[in-house]
């Protein structure tokens, strides 16, 4: 049958599998527009109050559902105001097709109106991108997309549509949803070496990240714990790979993660990383992490071996596969020693957690400290409740404090850090999933983006938004605390803006909390409402996020705040 370009871009997103966009029209994608109009029946439109939010809703569309995500941007200012969400989901790999329109081929190198090679400007932070200057490739370029995104690693991937080529006509087939690449598999010789070291070792810890969300091995990652007699610890990607309440995980390790977690790591001398990429926050100084231990890097992605931490043994292939391979090669032990220092570790961890609740409680029962605030949110959360989070002391109170029961219900900017990621992509989650989402941000990161209420309202998207408002942009101001003589340079924000008038601006309930039975009240309701609801919570702005691993410091100078009582 013979369609136009337009016309081709939503019945090829159909043929996908694609059954919500998000995006914001303008003058180089009106024919696009039109057609979803014309189709609105059989694909759901978001629209975004920013691109950026559009970008990021797609971002968490896939990070809730295991979905591409998909957006749409106009030319010029529409398509670069993509292009964080692009980076952010590029550094996550995360499964995107994002779609721009740009001016007419006749006029493009003449800096016409809107006009932006953004080609060009997302090459880097893509994993493929294309300009189509035929209509007659149109088709198979965005089913090509489809499959570049989710096949092997996933990644973002940018389809730029001149004007011109979507107004042209050409024949279209329909064809089935495209298959993914096929996965290359381990060597065996790998495998085997993988399996001898860790049957040949002593204190074995597992540590998974991002790259385990999506392999549906979790249940395989208990079981090969149990039977080698290992602990499990995550980074920040990582987090709900594992539930939380599983008796071998230790939670993230890390720059701010758990005590437990990191000694574990730091005391191992077996590390096996399954989709992981050893990056700076999880390291701290790289010549002195985990010196003791032999390294196995099992990825999908060639790129990524070596490439931070030189590794004992890189396994590239896929990684269900070859996790599977290794687990059953793997020999049934007991490591009794291990298990020892492992609960020491935890008891310290305890002890740690528990001075910390005993200073609060002398600070005052009044006020809401971050680890209360949490109490209260897993109290009322269930396993199936998304958690979104922007960027900053929040993101890692989250990450430290919150349970999880399932996979994909953490939802958080980790490579890229990216304020502002969070309100559009809780948006995107509670949309895709049809879960109830809770973003927990701060008044900083929240002040970036904040005018997505709009499309939480205008979707009745059922998010419940959490504001840890502390007045200052807390991580750098505890960076300057630490380690910049508490110069305070542009991190106490002293903005007038009250959240709640704000919220009931933007047509939503808003709720100023400032103790914590006052916010545990206010969740409570919240959670149980049918839509958007705002908490304004008033938290210290003093507080810490810790553990943590000063700059160019190892886990051996952890900060665990006895340094500070001393």
């Known amino acids: 049958m013979k369609l136009t370009g337009a016309q081709i871009i939503v019945e090829t997103l159909i043929e996908q599998g ?186 074995p810890y597992i540590y998974i990240g991002g790259g385990v969300i999506g392999t549906e091995i979790y249940e395989d990652v208990k079981k090969l714990a149990d039977k080698i007699d290992a602990v499990i610890g995550c980074t920040l990607m990582g987090i709900s790979a594992i539930p939380t309440d599983c008796e071998r995980f230790l939670g993230m390790q890390g720059m701010h993660g758990h005590y437990a977690s990191s000694q574990a790591l730091n005391h191992a001398d077996l590390i096996f990383g399954i989709g992981i990429r050893f990056s700076d926050r999880a390291t701290g100084n790289k010549s002195k992490f985990a010196v003791t231990a032999k390294k196995i890097q099992l990825d999908i992605d060639f790129a990524e071996i070596n490439k931070n931490i030189t590794v004992d043994l890189g396994v590239l292939g896929d990684v269900a596969d070859a996790f599977r391979r290794i687990a059953d090669k793997c020999e049934k032990k007991s490591r009794p020693e291990w298990a020892d220092t492992i609960a020491g570790f935890k008891a310290k961890e305890k002890e740690i957690d528990q001075s910390r609740r005993q200073k609060e409680e002398k600070a005052g029962k009044g006020i809401i400290f971050p680890d209360r605030f949490f109490d209260i949110v897993n109290s009322v959360i269930d396993e199936d409740t998304v958690i979104a989070t922007d960027v900053g002391q929040h993101q890692m109170w989250t990450a430290q404090y919150c349970k999880f029961g399932k996979t994909r219900k953490f939802v958080s900017s980790g490579g890229l850090g990216t304020m502002g990621f969070g309100l559009g992509a809780a948006i995107g989650a509670a949309i895709g999933s049809k879960d109830k989402t809770v973003l927990i941000t701060g008044d900083g990161s929240f002040g970036m983006n904040l005018n997505e209420l709009a499309t939480a309202v205008s979707y009745n998207a059922n998010v419940v938004i959490v504001i840890m408002n502390n007045g200052v942009l807390g991580m750098v101001r505890q960076w300057q605390t630490l380690f910049y003589n508490k110069h305070y340079s542009n991190t106490t924000l002293n903005r007038k803006t009250d959240f709640v008038k704000l919220a009931e601006a933007f047509g939503l309930k808003g709720v100023r909390t400032a103790t914590p039975e006052e916010f545990e009240k206010a969740f409570k309701e919240a959670f149980d409402t049918n839509g958007p609801v705002l908490i304004d919570c008033l938290i210290p702005s003093d507080e810490f996020v810790l553990p943590m691993l000063p700059p160019g410091g190892s886990m051996d100078d952890m900060i665990t705040g006895e340094e500070m009582d001393a």
């Not at 014309?38 to 797609?58: C, F, V, W, Y």
């Not at 493009?108 to 991108?129: A, C, V």
């Not at 965005?142 to 024949?171: M, N, T, Y």
């Not at 598999?185 to 993988?194: G, V, Y």
């Open 18 to 203: 694609v059954t919500d966009v998000f995006g914001y029209p303008g003058g180089q994608v009106l024919n696009i527009y039109d057609e979803l109009y014309k189709n609105s029946d059989r694909i759901n439109h978001i629209l975004a109050a920013h691109e950026q939010g559009a970008a990021h809703a797609a971002d968490g569309y896939f990070r809730g559902t295991g979905k591409t995500g998909v957006c749409i941007a106009t030319s010029g200012p529409g398509a670069t105001n993509l292009v964080t969400g692009i980076a952010t989901a590029m550094l996550d790999s995360v499964a995107m097709v994002a779609i721009t329109g740009n001016v007419s081929c006749n006029l493009i190198g003449k800096d016409s109106f809107q006009e932006i090679d953004i080609t060009g400007i997302t090459l880097p932070i893509t994993k493929h991108n294309y300009f189509v200057n035929d209509v007659n490739d149109l088709a198979d370029t965005i089913r090509e997309a489809f499959r570049i995104a989710r096949s092997g690693r996933p990644g973002p991937v940018l389809i730029d549509v001149p004007k011109d080529v979507q107004c042209a006509v050409c024949e279209y087939e329909p064809q089935p949803k495209q298959e993914l690449y096929p996965l290359e598999k381990a060597k065996e010789s790998d495998i085997e070496k993988a399996a001898q070291l860790i049957n040949e070792c002593k204190r």
